[in-house]
């Protein structure tokens, strides 16, 4: 069985040692790559003021964030929700990595490893050098509708990116991608050896008259010498 974290957040700013925070974690469980319903939501109180770059980004002003519990009080649950065997997957991992790590850190809590993150924006730019693979583009490019995606929202973003990360790996469930080409072999083989409505015709019969069979039989014995069908 693999478990998937996908997981977006929301800070401060840019830089966890100049005193930037967490104020927003999302995130959506995978169970061998399909989304299983569980998430995980919290606002953070950062207990510092929301600079106006970062408001513009998420909206999420410390009034409105100064309510909610604070890291150190919610830190366990996410840690329950990731588990000790949950992977880890964000779009610029790096940066929500080392935010969550030096919150963490600061609390005598377990980091994440390295080797159990996973980053969709590095897959991305290895699939389509040169383009732009921010979420919303890749969104764009998979036919993912993110209409709703008026400003940055990490429960949003997880479960768009859990889309688009499955549209990297190839499409959402193995077994059901399999089952999807099958139809689309059938379907195909229809079209091409059947009418052009996709149909299969029926077998048609040419009955041969007593007369056709003689003559057939004729020629075979005449110009086939010991032709291995001919009954004796």
Known sequence: MVREIVFDTET??????????????GAVELINHVP????????????REVPEDAFKVHGLSYEFLKDFP????IVDEWLDFVGDDG???AHNAKFDITFCNFEQKALNKPE???DRVIDTLEIARNMFPGMRVNLDALCKRFNIDNSNRTKHGALLDAELLA??????????????MFDEKKKESQHTSQVQFGS????????????LTEEEINQHNEFLQNKIKGAIWLSE
């Not at 889309?163 to 059901?176: D, F, H």
């Not at 052009?196 to 009955?207: L, S, V």
Request: hydrophobic share 35%; charged share 25%.
């Open 70 to 73: 604070t890291f150190d009080q």
């Open 112 to 114: 994440f490893s390295w």
């Open 163 to 176: 889309e688009v990360y499955l549209q990297l790996i190839g499409g959402q469930e193995p077994s059901m």
């Open 196 to 207: 052009a409505n996709g149909k299969i015709r029926e077998a048609r019969h040419f009955p």
């Open 12 to 25: 401060t700013g840019f830089d966890a040692d100049k005193g930037d925070r967490l104020v927003e974690i």
């Open 87 to 89: 992977i880890l997957v």
């Open 36 to 47: 299983t319903g569980k998430t995980f939501h919290k606002y953070i109180n950062p207990q």
